[in-house]
């Protein structure tokens, strides 16, 4: 079925639910809220995302500035460096801190977890696989380097570990010297 939503109401209900989400929280957040919220039925809600956990994920989705699967500046260093470039310190600190909730959420929740999975993560470590691997087509980084599967682990464990260590969220300069002092020396690049 065809969206009779446009692009800005879209936006403008995933907008609200992220908002939702970072006030109640996964469990707490409802259909109906965010109906209220957005000024618009259940029934739409559910006959355009289906269920509460992939409204969410999409919600997230949108987020997404730009698809890693599109970087290509024939160097990987060039890539992280576009990666990061795109990346909103406001918004990676709002996306750090309602991963961090969901995280919860996601063992409670196995439809959660799939939706997150399907619609946030696996397009991610897709994108970010064919980088890698347009690198290794390159000569950048050999094909049978270890670290190429352990990429998605190390950038994921930078958004967690950084508000757990420092106590304060993932930003531009941070990603960047991670990105040079950790994931292009550990892929020899």
């Known amino acids: 079925m065809a969206s009779r939503i446009t ?8 907008g609200a639910v992220l908002d939702l989400l970072r006030e109640v929280g996964y469990e707490a957040l409802t259909m109906d809220a965010v109906a209220a919220r957005t000024k ?12 509460k956990p992939e409204l969410v994920a999409k919600a997230l989705r949108c987020t997404q500035k730009v698809s890693l699967a599109d970087i ?4 990987i260093r060039g890539d992280f460096a576009v990666m990061i470039q795109h990346s ?9 801190a309602l991963i961090r909730g969901l995280g919860h959420a996601v063992h409670e929740s196995p439809e ?8 946030l993560v696996d397009p991610e470590i897709t ?5 890698l691997q347009r690198a290794v087509d390159r000569g950048e980084i050999a094909p049978d380097c270890p670290a190429i599967a352990f990429v998605p682990h190390m950038l994921i464990g930078a958004f967690i570990s950084m508000p757990l260590i420092e106590d304060r969220p993932v930003d531009r ?3 960047t010297a991670f990105t040079e002092a950790v994931v292009i020396p550990a892929l020899g690049a």
């Open 7 to 14: 692009p800005e109401r879209e936006a403008e209900l995933h």
């Open 40 to 51: 618009s039925s259940k029934a739409t809600l559910y006959r355009q995302w289906g269920s």
């Open 72 to 75: 290509d500046t024939g160097s």
């Open 88 to 96: 909103d310190d406001d918004q990676m600190a709002k996306d750090t």
């Open 112 to 119: 959660l977890h799939k939706a997150l999975r399907e619609l």
């Open 127 to 131: 994108g970010l696989q064919m980088m």
């Open 173 to 175: 300069e941070f990603l």
